[in-house]
């Protein structure tokens, strides 16, 4: 029966694959909740539980695809290929709209703005420093920096290795936890307290799922502002990073 | 129907990704210039006009949800395909990428929110949980 079983999930990848982030996901909502008291988010532990299988993956059978190379999971390199995440990716964007981005005003404006290319500097400069001198890779890590989701569609849009994709990842998700555990602490002196300022703060981070548990501890009311206009932060992101960006690294790390 | 909005959402897609590969070959680089962008574009642009029409029906949104729903999902399953063994030994400049840039836009935030602080208009917003997963 067991070799029936393993035959049917190896020749179902995608299935088995569903099957698999569908269990990883409940158990990283769980740590989330009884470890945590929700403070890090589950989607976080997560992403970080991702990255830790590839890591098996990798050192179990010396390969480049992480977890992939193991033929049981081999699925998950098609529902976390290019195809499935872009359609994702730019299914988020439904629900935003420009009248409410007008409607929020010039300093929401502003924020996204100065918010991705604050975090997209910081990044590349952290990512230089560390002696990665190509603009492809840095251009990857900064854009990952911004967020998780922007550092990966760089990644593939620039033809980036795996690795500076997986460390794009790592950067988006160090920021995420950042966001979490600081903003219910940093909240009085941010003056987070009113949906304006939320809009401010989501515009500035990004970060969705770092606002979503930052400002869940800090006032569940002002969720939906801060999330807004993280998602306005994602396509933005998506927009420039592989664009204006990678041009302006072009001109400053010539190939 | 659903598939009506998995079909919409289909579409902005692949002509997004399409600009950016015709932009890419127009600007002479051997990439993607900003095609998801330019889909989420397309995606915000028709269902903003479709829902002005009343076109846009509950069971047609629900077509374009579920995508968003399980995008998280979904990057945990491209994290697992990464080569990470190799990503360790950047793992450092990882770090500090992800810090630096969220230290210096926390910092910014009571200055930028000061801008145009006389008309603190703000979008009205449904107020309910995030659907799970949506994070």
Redesign the interface.
Known sequence: MMEFLAKTFEANGLLT??FI??V??WFS?WISNTLTGGRL???AI??F???V???V???MTGG?????DIPF?AG??L???AM??????????????????K?????VM??LA??IT??????????Y????HDAVTLCT??A???T??VG??TG????A???????????????AI??MI?TPH?AK???LD????A???GA??GT??GI??GLQATDP?L???G??AAAFY???????C??LF??IL?KLFPV | MMIYGTAL??I??LI??SI?EA?GSL?G?????????????L??LS??WLIKKGRLKPLT?EG?????G???????????????????K?????????????????A???Y??????S?????K????E?R????
Not at chain 1, 118 to 127: D, Q
Not at chain 2, 132 to 135: D, T
Request: glycine content about 16%.
């Open positions: 694959a569903f982030v569908g990883l996901m909502y988010h589950g989607s997560a992403v539980g991702g990255l299988l590839a890591y993956g990798g050192v480049k695809n992480g977890i992939t999971f998950l390199g529902m976390g290929g499935f995440r872009d359609f994702a990716i730019v299914a988020t964007a439904f629900g935003a709209s420009f009248e409410d981005l409607r929020s005003g010039f300093s502003v924020s100065l918010g604050l975090s997209f500097v910081g990044g590349v400069g952290a990512a420093a560390f002696g990665y890590i900064g990952g920096a911004a998780y989701i990966p569609v593939t849009a620039l033809g290795s795996s690795e500076a994709i997986a460390l794009s990842i790592a950067a988006g998700l160090v920021k950042v966001v600081a940093l002196r941010l003056g009113n949906p304006h300022t809009m401010v703060y500035m981070m969705h799922s979503a548990a009311k969720m939906p502002y999330l807004m994602t396509g933005l992101g998506c927009l420039v592989p664009s990678y041009f072009l | 959402l289909a902005c897609t997004g990704i950016g932009l600007l680089v051997r990439a993607n210039v900003g095609g998801v962008g330019f889909a989420m574009l995606l915000i269902t903003t949104a374009i949800q579920f995508w968003s399980i995008y998280i999902p979904i990057v945990v399953a491209m994290s697992a395909k990464q080569n990470v063994v190799v990503a360790m950047g793992g450092p400049a990882a770090i500090f990428a992800g810090v630096v840039g969220v230290a210096i836009s926390f910014m935030i009571p930028v929110n000061r801008i145009g602080q008309k603190k208009s703000v979008p917003v449904r107020q309910e995030p799970s997963g949506v994070s």
